[in-house]
C-alpha cells in the first residue's frame, strides 16, 4: 500500500481541497458560479461622467539612490538635468537617506565632516522609476577608484543602458552595457526644480537648529 509522507504542518493533498472557493462571487451578466473577473464589460468605466478625462498618471515621488544593481538605467544627456550639490547622507540600519545641505550650513556641516560633494543626475530604470542618482565628486584633487568609476558609469548611461554594480575587491563600481536593442528612455517631462522639490521634501539642512545638526555635534 503506498502512503504519502507529510512534513509536521504540512496540509495533507486532501486538504487543498478544502481551500477551494466553493461559491464564486458572480456579479453583472457573468453565469452563476463564474469568477467576477469573467465579465470584464463591466469594470469599464465612462472616463467622462466620472470626471476623469484627461487624468494621467503623476510624478509624485522621486528617489535620491543609487541604481539598482540588477537594473539597467539611462541618464538624461540634457546638461539642465544635472546639478552638483552638497548633500548629507543620514545611514539608518544601513539605510541611506539623503539631505540637501543649504548653501549658508556648508562650512558647519564639512567641519562635522559630515557633507559631501555630489552631481545628481536625472535617471530612470526600463521599468520607468525615476530617480536622482547621487554621483559623489572626488575633492582636493585626489583619485578614487569608487568616485571615478560612478562618474564613468553615470556619463556611459547619458548615451547606453548600462548596470552598475560594486566590486568589492577591485575597489570600484563595474559597468555592463546591455546587449539588447532596449527602447528609448522615458525622461520625466518635468525641470529639475521640480524634481529636486519631490525628492528632497521635508530633507534641507537648512540651519544650525535641525535635528541633523544636534545630532552630530551630541545636543539630541
Same mark, same amino acid.
Not at 60 to 79: G, L, M, Q, T, W
Not at 136 to 159: H, I, V
Not at 198 to 214: N, T, Y
Given at each position: 500500500?503506498?502512503?504519502?509522507?507529510?512534513?509536521? $504542518? %504540512?496540509?495533507?493533498?486532501? =486538504?487543498?481541497? *478544502?481551500?477551494?472557493?466553493?461559491?464564486?462571487?458572480?456579479?453583472?451578466?457573468? &453565469? #452563476?458560479?463564474?469568477?467576477?473577473?469573467?465579465?470584464?464589460?463591466?469594470?469599464?468605466?465612462?472616463?467622462?461622467?466620472?470626471?476623469?478625462? $484627461? %487624468?494621467?498618471?503623476?510624478? =509624485?515621488?522621486? *528617489?535620491?539612490?543609487?541604481?539598482?544593481?540588477?537594473?539597467?538605467?539611462?541618464? &538624461? #544627456?540634457?546638461?539642465?538635468?544635472?546639478?552638483?550639490?552638497?548633500?548629507?547622507?543620514?545611514?539608518?540600519?544601513?539605510?541611506?537617506?539623503?539631505?540637501?545641505?543649504?548653501?549658508?550650513?556648508?562650512?558647519?556641516?564639512?567641519?562635522?565632516?559630515?557633507?559631501?560633494?555630489?552631481?545628481?543626475?536625472?535617471?530612470?530604470?526600463?521599468?520607468?522609476?525615476?530617480?536622482?542618482?547621487?554621483?559623489?565628486?572626488?575633492?582636493?584633487?585626489?583619485?578614487?577608484?569608487?568616485?571615478?568609476?560612478?562618474?564613468?558609469?553615470?556619463?556611459?548611461?547619458?548615451?547606453?543602458?548600462?548596470?552598475?554594480?560594486?566590486?568589492?575587491?577591485?575597489?570600484?563600481?563595474?559597468?555592463?552595457?546591455?546587449?539588447?536593442?532596449?527602447?528609448?528612455?522615458?525622461?520625466?517631462?518635468?525641470?529639475?526644480?521640480?524634481?529636486?522639490?519631490?525628492?528632497?521634501?521635508?530633507?534641507?539642512?537648512?540651519?544650525?537648529?535641525?535635528?541633523?545638526?544636534?545630532?552630530?555635534?551630541?545636543?539630541?
Amino acid at each position: 500500500m503506498n502512503t504519502i509522507e507529510t512534513q509536521p $504542518g %504540512a496540509l495533507a493533498p486532501d =486538504a487543498f481541497n *478544502s481551500l477551494a472557493v466553493s461559491h464564486p462571487v458572480s456579479v453583472g451578466n457573468a &453565469s #452563476p458560479g463564474a469568477s467576477i473577473f469573467a465579465d470584464l464589460e463591466q469594470f469599464k468605466i465612462d472616463m467622462k461622467e466620472a470626471g476623469l478625462e $484627461g %487624468a494621467e498618471e503623476q510624478l =509624485a515621488v522621486v *528617489s535620491v539612490r543609487k541604481p539598482p544593481a540588477e537594473e539597467f538605467v539611462r541618464v &538624461s #544627456p540634457d546638461k539642465a538635468m544635472t546639478i552638483t550639490m552638497v548633500l548629507h547622507d543620514c545611514r539608518d540600519n544601513f539605510a541611506s537617506e539623503y539631505y540637501v545641505v543649504a548653501p549658508r550650513m556648508l562650512g558647519e556641516m564639512m567641519d562635522l565632516r559630515a557633507a559631501f560633494y555630489a552631481q545628481l543626475c536625472v535617471t530612470v530604470t526600463r521599468s520607468g522609476l525615476v530617480m536622482l542618482w547621487p554621483v559623489k565628486l572626488p575633492t582636493g584633487g585626489a583619485s578614487n577608484p569608487w568616485y571615478d568609476s560612478a562618474l564613468r558609469g553615470a556619463e556611459m548611461a547619458k548615451a547606453d543602458w548600462i548596470r552598475i554594480y560594486a566590486d568589492p575587491g577591485q575597489k570600484q563600481y563595474r559597468i555592463r552595457k546591455a546587449l539588447g536593442d532596449f527602447d528609448p528612455p522615458a525622461f520625466p517631462d518635468k525641470p529639475l526644480n521640480e524634481l529636486l522639490e519631490l525628492a528632497f521634501r521635508g530633507r534641507i539642512i537648512d540651519s544650525s537648529d535641525h535635528p541633523i545638526c544636534k545630532k552630530l555635534r551630541g545636543e539630541a
